[in-house]
């Protein structure tokens, strides 16, 4: 990937460990990409009471933010450039996003733990949202593994098959690991739409398609019939994936709201680093 990649990581002064940008300045160590560590403050009317003015307090609190920030990242050894930014706002999650707008950034980091609801970064990501699980980075062997809905053959999902593959694959990349594709199958849904079970005594034919479609060893694809968001977080627990990819629409549409309501469950269910794709 070309070195122009720029991360930008959404940093909480209350958590006791920073595990988002450790992860962010792991990866970028790996991509060449530059990574904006980023916080926000805001005073509420009674902690104002302790300043002179508000732009007193603002000038104050900027400054410890910033300070704080530039602790954090010196911490860090490596070649990855990081640059510190802080923001005077109360409403973090839009103005995190505003920012990786402006910086171009190609994906956020955040994580999983933070103060702001996450279905609010899941609807206003404008990138790929990485979600860090409090827990120290997996070690080589660990795969990628990407949630990729096969059987779908419109627009939206056609197109957010290939941006999971396609950040899936830079990931793996990357960071020197194996790609995996986990393909759940509903099983009442198959039923139904074919009126019989020819279709699910057939599953390595699907499995050899789904090869050949994505360019990937069969072996390493997983299909399995079940509950999608069950067959998910099992084969990713099953695999002790490194980071999980999964698709996330943001459009109204009844196949948008399944994708979305897919990506929250697994936030749910699923413990380990998760990367959602829009």
């Not at 450039?81 to 996003?97: G, K, L, P, Y």
């Not at 995996?180 to 509903?186: E, F, I, K, P, Q």
């Not at 005594?201 to 699907?206: A, K």
């Amino acid at each position: 990937m070309a070195s122009c990649l720029k991360y930008l990581v959404v940093m909480d002064p209350d958590a006791p460990q920073q595990f988002a940008l450790t992860r962010a300045v792991s990866l970028a160590n790996h991509s060449g990409a530059s990574v904006v560590a980023f916080a926000c403050c805001y005073l509420d009317e009674q902690s104002l009471l302790h300043f002179n003015s508000r732009h007193e307090a603002k000038h104050d609190a900027r400054q410890r933010l910033e300070q704080w920030i530039y602790n954090q990242t010196s911490q860090l050894h490596g070649r990855t450039r990081i640059s510190c930014e802080s923001a005077w706002n109360e409403d973090c999650v839009t103005t995190a996003c505003l920012r990786a707008q402006h910086h171009d950034a190609c994906m956020m980091f955040l994580d999983r733990q933070c103060r702001e609801p996450l279905q609010r970064w899941l609807d206003q990501a404008p990138t790929p949202l990485y979600l860090t699980a409090e827990s120290e980075e997996m070690t080589g062997g660990h795969p990628v593994l990407a949630s990729i809905f096969p059987r779908c053959d419109d627009d939206i999902h056609t197109a957010l098959n290939h941006n999971v593959l396609a950040t899936a694959c830079n990931l793996a990349e990357d960071t020197g690991r194996y790609l995996n594709l986990v393909c759940a199958l509903d099983e009442r849904e198959a039923i139904a739409e074919h009126l019989g079970f020819d279709y699910l005594e057939n599953l390595d034919t699907v499995q050899l398609a789904i090869a050949q479609q994505y360019g990937v060893d069969p072996a390493r694809i997983h299909l399995q019939l079940g509950p999608p968001c069950s067959v998910i977080s099992d084969w990713a627990g099953q695999l002790s994936a490194a980071v999980l990819v999964v698709g996330n629409s943001k459009g109204k549409s009844f196949t948008a709201t399944l994708l979305g309501c897919m990506a929250e469950r697994l936030l749910e269910k699923y413990p380990g680093d998760l990367l959602v794709v829009n």
